[in-house]
Structure formats: C-alpha cells, structure tokens
Nanobody, 125 residues
Framework: QLQFVESGGGLVQPGGSLRLSCAAS????????IGWFRQAPGKEREGVSCINNSGYTTNYVDSVKGRFTISRDNAKNTVYLQMNSLKPEDTAIYYCAVRNTYYCSDYRREWFNYWGQGTQVTVSS
C-alpha cells in the first residue's frame, strides 16, 4: 500500500529552523522528482521547491530561496526540506508530492500524482 508520512512540523519562533521529512513506503521514489507545497489559511496551495530524481537539480519559489534547502536520500526513500530563517508568512500546512516525471518543471498539480497528508508549520513569537 502506497503511503507518505510527513513529519517535522511544529511551532517555531521567527528566525528559527525546522526540517521536514517525507518518507514513502510501498513505492520507490528514486525514479521521480518530488515537490514540496504549502497551503496557508485562506490561500491556494503553492509549490515551494522541487528536486529531480537524482537530487542534482533543485528549484525554489522566490520567497524561500536562500532559506530553504530540499534534499533526498533515495536509499531511505525519503525527501527532506530544511527550512531556516523562518518567517511568520511561512506558516502553512506543508505537503510533499510525487511528480510523474524524473525532472522538475512547473508546479501545476496535474503533474503530481501522490500526496502526503501534510504537516503543520507555525511560525510565531
């Protein structure tokens, strides 16, 4: 049974850090690009970052460039999102998703087949 388990969310003060994990079971991620998305209250879900199947190519939305780092460990079937210098506007539910290609391109949702259940990130003092 295909399953994604996201973890690592929580409450953090502005300027703090969190590391999100997305672990897959019942499915091998190594052939696919993986994206991280987020959805803040009252807003549409937006793409945040993507990593290709090998891990050598990554991209980021402008608002997180220089603060977030996406990585993957294919041996562990897990993708990570290291988030530093967090801001209140980063508060959202964060989701990982499997892209149905090995490369990253845009974040249109029709490209992403499988989604995790989401993990809440709250940045507040």
């Amino acid at each position: 049974q295909l399953q994604f388990v996201e973890s690592g969310g929580g409450l953090v003060q502005p300027g703090g850090s969190l590391r999100l994990s997305c672990a897959a079971s019942g499915f091998t991620l190594r052939n696919y690009a993986i994206g991280w998305f987020r959805q803040a209250p009252g807003k549409e879900r937006e793409g945040v970052s993507c990593i290709n199947n090998s891990g050598y190519t990554t991209n980021y939305v402008d608002s997180v460039k220089g603060r977030f780092t996406i990585s993957r460990d294919n041996a562990k079937n897990t993708v990570y999102l290291q988030m530093n210098s967090l801001k209140p506007e980063d508060t959202a539910i964060y989701y990982c998703a499997v892209r149905n290609t090995y490369y990253c391109s845009d974040y249109r949702r029709e490209w992403f087949n499988y989604w995790g259940q989401g993990t809440q990130v709250t940045v507040s003092s």
